[in-house]
């Protein structure tokens, strides 16, 4: 079994709820491509903290026991088939974890580039073993923020960072609100931030990881773009990432399973769907939109997302929204 396609990885970029979940199901479809089916954490879980020497090897192993056995596991129970399909993953799973943990208990290489590796190996030889794969793809919500990092540790390296407007990307995070965020978070002023801080972050390495790797090697594609013409982008996509292009790019699968999607309003698509692009008027308040127009408004214009309100307006709502951070904020120095 050729392992050439190890040197070959394709990295999925972007901010939580901007659609990654559902571009990297989409690509599970592809005949020559190896996916890791989900946010893998990687690149917030374990790299860069856990890959030196703050951590024993028992600690390490116990992290990625949580990423490589606890998450897929829940992630397979998710599958909407029948309990002798389900079983049959689970014993695939079994296998493939085993092999993992057997391979780096020996190994004194703990490193990203090295788990990595043997992941997607064994990912390829338990549920894609009747592929021959060119590449591998692979997204965590943090893995912009690495990529100069990850250039260096795989030259022949891909990146596809999706973007949305962040007024739609506010938009789905509100409506998760009752079902995930606020067991996180204070209040929603409090995930507000968060798009604010994290969210901008995000946009920023899309224009600035494209202009120092160049446009071979990292692509920004916009959320509005693939749902709109989701035939178009996926044809493009797979031409950056040199794989073949087929119709069974259009429907999302994890494993091969059908996958409706993640959003927390219960609609479950075939394929993506441009039911929520452009719909922030309808779904947050204007004051909000008018923060998020003050903190992203250069990086707004730059991938012409259209400003909407008034600089007044905006700065009247980012002003009263920090008379709530201020106070909100522990130890807040001004």
Known sequence: ??????????????????????????????????????DSSFFYMYYPRYEGDLYSKEEKLKRLDDI???FLKDLINEFKIDKTQKQQFFEKHKKFYTAIKDEIILSDDLSIKYILKVVMKNIHKYFYLNKKPKVWFEKTTSTEIYALDLIKMFPNAKFIHLIRDPRDNWASLKSGWDEKYKK????QKRLLQSLIERGKLGLEFAKNNREILGEKCYKVVKFEDLTADPEKT??????????????????PTRFGVSWGGNNFEGAKFKKPSSENANRWRERIAEEEAQIIEYHFEDIMNYFDYKLVFSKEQRVEAAKEHYKWFNFSTPYSAD
């Open 68 to 70: 490589l056995n606890v």
């Open 184 to 187: 996180y978070n204070d209040e």
């Open 234 to 251: 996926m044809k493009e996509l797979a031409d950056f990432a040199g794989i073949k292009y087929s119709e069974n790019l259009l429907h």
């Open 1 to 38: 079994m050729s392992q050439n396609f190890l040197k070959n990885p394709v990295f999925i970029c972007g901010h939580r709820k901007t659609g990654t979940t559902m571009l990297i199901s989409l690509f599970d479809n592809a005949e020559d491509a190896v996916v890791y089916p989900d």
